[in-house]
């Protein structure tokens, strides 16, 4: 008897201490930087602020995301480094985005007259 309730006890805890991670939640961004401009592709460096909502540090691999304004595809980033994230804390990713001019001047009129954005 005394083994079942301990074997029973190992398993609730077992299951219940297993969660799965939660997502990574966007805050906003912290710094833009023009690398290279250009009547073609420009270069940006920007760090992007996050909320780690989980009790435990994580290590980034790889990120892959998409940059949307206003719903509509803006540009695309990745980060191939190991990157720590401590628990619950906000933290900066640093990225680099590649970024046509026709996208560019699509958005800055709506900056212009201090329209919002939905980034």
């Given at each position: 008897?005394?083994y079942?309730?301990?074997?029973?006890?190992?398993?609730?805890?077992?299951?219940?201490?297993?969660?799965?991670?939660?997502?990574?939640?966007?805050?906003?961004?912290?710094?833009?930087k023009i690398?290279?401009?250009?009547?073609g592709?420009?270069?940006?460096?920007?760090?992007?602020?996050y909320?780690?909502?989980?009790?435990?540090?994580?290590?980034?691999?790889?990120?892959?995301?998409?940059v949307?304004?206003?719903?509509?595809?803006f540009?695309?980033?990745?980060?191939?480094?190991?990157?720590?994230i401590?628990?619950?804390?906000?933290?900066?990713?640093p990225?680099?985005?590649?970024?046509e001019?026709s996208?560019?001047?699509?958005?800055?009129?709506d900056?212009?007259?201090?329209?919002?954005?939905?980034?």
């Amino acid at each position: 008897m005394k083994y079942t309730t301990y074997l029973l006890f190992t398993i609730i805890l077992f299951f219940s201490s297993c969660a799965e991670p939660k997502p990574l939640v966007f805050k906003g961004v912290q710094s833009i930087k023009i690398e290279k401009a250009s009547f073609g592709k420009n270069i940006f460096k920007a760090e992007f602020t996050y909320q780690n909502p989980n009790s435990f540090g994580l290590v980034l691999n790889k990120l892959d995301c998409n940059v949307y304004i206003n719903d509509e595809l803006f540009t695309q980033y990745t980060l191939d480094t190991n990157f720590s994230i401590p628990s619950n804390a906000e933290f900066a990713l640093p990225a680099t985005m590649e970024i046509e001019l026709s996208s560019l001047l699509k958005n800055s009129v709506d900056i212009l007259f201090n329209n919002p954005m939905k980034i």
